[in-house]
């Protein structure tokens, strides 16, 4: 019989629908070593109660202090706005809670550490959820890559595209406001850039950078409102290993709705990937002669990481796959009582390197991404 | 309160777990006016019991009878090996349990007018699982065929390809013996681009053929067997609406894992459609003057069939959302208490283009398309 | 010094111009082996003059049987429609002219007999232009499938696409009567399709077919006119190496402008390739584990089939290089005293193959393919 | 009876090659208003009589300076290494010749400005060959970009990936060394990235960047010598229109022979082009409701820039095409006594960008591009 792990979620809206779907998901088809329990869903809105009914979970409540303090609770999900995080983990972390974290960890780096130095003085698993790690084509680019596949890197570009508020008629919400978001592309699209760079390529030394919002003002209920928040960012990186980046985040980019794309080129071949066509991974290796050339694998085979745990070959697998598997990979971690990956400390390096992102732009130089204390592992 | 429909599924292997993964998934997602519960899991080997508490069914039986049997059971899913289909419908229509059968619905035509005809005196919902009408992608080729988006519709190819078998190696199993699996690649695979022709452009009026079996002989258990299947079938038709349509299903195509993919040609445009990309259709409309091209349209947006109930757009889904939008359609027919499609009648069409497609390798010449007995509508 | 070939051009329109081209350029990037020399253009027309003088013809003609008369001249291209060639090319066979001829090279199997019966007679070097055997990626198809990277060719598919007469406001012209252009869809894009299985794979042994005409009526200056040539056809085919192929021919595909497409599986891999992106090659090699996947091979090395002698690699070719990789086969032949190919028996063994998808079509049967008199080889 | 235009090319290698072919392809497909007479080839080297007969020229010199000073010469192409091209270019414009010089203008934009300013003050036609400007499907976008379509432009990306010196063991040739080729993938790549995006999108108003050499030393007969050129450069870029801008230059990237990609995202759509499919353009246009989605244009039909001239729609052009492209704009521009564009005023233009980007990777900081004296147009 297997230990069981009871769950609460913070946060009912989209992330909380595929959470829950993944808690539902899992046990399908994986074995973590524990067994989850769909505890406690938490938010706020006259939908709580029929949405956790739907979902499937045991209870709910509106305050999330609740959830933190509940001595049935083992393990919590944090899925809120950012600038909520830092409250909820420190508390969670206080009452012994393993915490997933929604990304970005926090509002910064100085949040991030608070975050993580807690974490680790509970003794609890945390991670983050940067849940792009776990498509089985990253997955097995990450692996080529650590096998040497690639060589040496010499260079990373990686893009993310979206285009809801192309149309300057799109009303104003919280994310167009600094206070309240902390960032425009740069918070949401940028952590996941960032991660997937430093996953696949390492730690960023320095960078440049420059934001814009294209659109000034938006209008809230009939008042134009200022937006405060970058609608694109481009940035540029040098890594410690050596290799140059390139970035650009936007949400005003027409055509892409989801668009995460990256390319990495090494000393002995090169990687592509494409979120909206996440099953498959394109690799070119130096060295084939006259047959040369980028080739197209399907990363569905039972060979490829998570894949062999759904279905046979050639059946492709969806975006929410990602949360089942980085739930198994959370709670795997707390059944062998050891620290998952990409923990708060991945959380903290990847504020680091946005924080430099924005302090680049507004100084107009290149800034060395600083380690902030506590972080020096 | 709605009305609760209890199900028996009969198969736990392959199919069995799409199934009950989609009856999971469900309820989350889509509300088809009836609530399933996932009665009772059928099937045969030890993994029987542990396989039902995996995917969350309530009890378990060996016995096939039994769940056609069981007053508790409102509807039975048929997912075992197409020459049992018809025993275990017919007893089920009697028992007035609703059907879902996997396809093809039958062993031939014969068979398969059988299952109809008990289907329609029992008053019972019938459908079979002909899956990839369900892929949002799908679904909106053809509601723009049938709005007319596309004019006249002139030509359509459709070909299934995968190469499982490829290696001359693979062992001898069931799917080799034409007693047990009436045929090779044009059964299963056969069956698939049958369907997605019928769905798009209409009833097939005459077909010819030829089939092959590359491989003649496989080892089982060291012996040499002989290879009664095709690995390989083409063929061509003419539709009575005037279009002709080209056909290759095999599974000894090198590169291909599960590779369905489909094009229509009309007056006024064309469609491209791959399993292997399933979220994105590919559409040309004639008129767009110089700007005119393959437009790559992801179907992930609310407006589009299905895809609203999951993710915001651009976030893709994968090859088992079918299932749910099938069962989806299945318990809704339930609920409003109308015949859903594709029914029984579409599974006997389906036979009869089969059995014709059969006839005219071995005869060498067009066959017309027959219409079976008690099909006429 | 070489030996000048003096040649003398039949027909000065689209393919005119694409054979003139070709001799322009042929002797800066290619050496035959003989030094071509643009003698005299023929052709109907107040802009004869104008276009030799533009395209560098020292000499023009109203007259063909001047052409294939003039002791001045060595070599024929003829490119005039079907029906003339026949007794072009027998005259200039009969004046010991080498000849390179357009496809298809007569109306059918028993012209094309005569006119390789008369060229062996005269001891000429006698050509046929399937062209696109001339692209490198094309070529190197071929000699990967020599050197058996594919093993053992199980089936081809392949489709020639077009549309410009979709619109049926499109005027009648020659092609749409039977009595001029022999077939429809058939004629000028089934030659090649056949050309390139022949080449591909090998010798048809049986086909089995359908055509269609759509659009049943054009009109010509404003009168109702029948047609009577194909808008399109679907055939299916066995080899004698027992591959299976299949073909599409259509002049009415919505969005394709000029899209011949092939692929062939084999025992071991696997290629695709397509006109519209002729530069291109894609090929699957069985046995890549879990790196496996089409590659595409930009086939601009210069270890490619007439690419090295153009531009570096990356710097793609355009269709017209097909005309000069031509001449320079058929001049080198001349040069080299050897039979090029593809030769008068080709372009009869693909009337042969034609001929007998005319009568399957008509006879609703598989037709054996003959071997005309004379094709014994 | 049109002018003749006596042409004196300077360079008989690669560049050589390409605009050989480029003259004697010219007259038979477009009409500039004036007929060049392919007078002289200059060139250093044992071949060049073998070439220029070959190529068609109708003299030769190994002395530039003849080039330059022969009164029977209208016009020069200087196509040597950039270190050249300031004096010979003042030359020929002393001389009253006008001017085609290949890319980049100059070593830095003090070099250009004295260039453009001597061929204004001698009233000569100056063109520098950005030749990508005459892809049909670039100067579509341009078009489209000019006509609204995109709306205002929010970003820009383009790379220009090339492998050829991957291995490490390429020897040490002259534009591994900084002092003959000024710099390593900026000067050639970078060059025409900066073109393309001030062609799509506007001027450059400032922007950061880093450089990197991975293979420090390669090996010159023998002996190792210190590389001292860029093998790749990032760089970010500010418009003044505002649009930001994002761009990679690199040797180093495996699998790309010559990938030049470029997308441009606007308020009202986004465009997508890449060199090695240079016949296509993708096209998206917001506002195209459910049916929204990229769209590949082929770019060869009659009313799209340039493709006219050629062949019909779907018959794909080569990369040389746009040198013949450029000459009829160059030739044009002589005939009709204009300025053509890309002028000497570009090529400055350019190198001002150059140099602000160079200086951005020195001093680690955003650089204004400076406006150059003479330049203020």
Redesign the interface.
């Known amino acids: 019989m297997k230990r069981a792990i009871h769950i609460g979620l913070i946060g009912h809206k ?1 992330m909380g ?2 959470h ?2 993944a808690l ?2 899992l ?2 088809f994986f074995d973590p070593g524990v067994q989850p329990v769909m505890q406690t869903l938490c938010g706020l809105g006259d939908d709580l109660e029929e949405t956790a009914r ?3 979970w045991l209870s709910t409540t509106s305050r999330w202090q609740d959830v933190v303090a509940d001595p049935a609770i083992d393990a919590v999900s944090i899925l809120t706005p950012g600038r909520l995080h830092c409250e909820m983990a420190l508390a969670a972390a206080a009452n012994g809670k393993h915490i997933l974290c929604e990304k970005p960890l926090a509002l910064d780096a100085a949040e991030a550490a608070r975050m993580y130095a807690a974490a680790e003085a509970a003794g609890i698993r945390h991670m983050v959820n940067f849940n792009y790690r776990r498509v089985p084509a990253v997955a ?1 680019a990450r692996q ?1 890559i650590e096998e040497g596949r ?1 060589g ?1 890197i ?2 990373i ?1 990686c ?1 993310y ?4 508020p ?3 008629e799109t009303p104003f919400v919280w994310r167009f406001d600094k206070s309240v978001a902390g960032a425009g592309s740069m918070a949401d699209k940028g952590s996941h850039v960032v991660d997937l760079a430093r996953y696949l390529v390492g730690e960023f030394a ?1 960078v ?3 934001t ?1 919002i ?1 659109v000034k003002q938006r209008k809230e209920d009939g008042v134009q409102r200022e937006v405060t928040t970058d ?6 990186a ?1 890594f410690h290993n ?1 290799a ?5 985040t ?1 949400r ?8 995460l794309a990256v390319e990495v ?6 990687l592509r990937w494409d ?5 498959e991974l ?3 290796t ?1 060295g ?11 990363v ?2 039972a ?2 990481p998570y894949a062999g745990a ?12 990602t949360f089942v598997h980085q739930y198994y990979e959370f709670l795997k971690s707390i059944a062998e009582q050891r620290q998952p990956a990409p923990s708060f400390l991945d959380g903290l390096r990847n504020h680091e390197v946005l924080d430099a992102v924005a302090q680049a732009a507004v100084e ?3 800034i060395e991404v600083p380690r902030a204390r506590g972080a020096e592992a």
């Not at 080129?265 to 090169?270: A, L």
């Not at 979120?275 to 099953?279: H, M, P, Q, Y």
């Open positions: 989209f629908k595929a829950s779907h539902r998901d046990a399908m739907r979902y499937g097995l080529w690639l040496r010499f260079h570009r893009s595209q979206q285009d809801w192309l149309d300057p320095e440049a950078a420059a814009e294209f609608d694109a960012a481009v940035f540029t040098r050596g140059l980046g390139l970035f650009l936007s005003m980019a027409a055509g892409h709705k989801n668009r080129n090494g000393s002995k071949g090169s979120l909206e066509r996440l099953n394109e690799v070119y130096a084939d002669g006259s047959a040369a050339g980028f080739r197209n694998v399907m569905t085979e060979s490829h759904w279905w046979p070959p050639g059946h492709v697998l969806g975006w929410e796959h107009k130089r290149w």
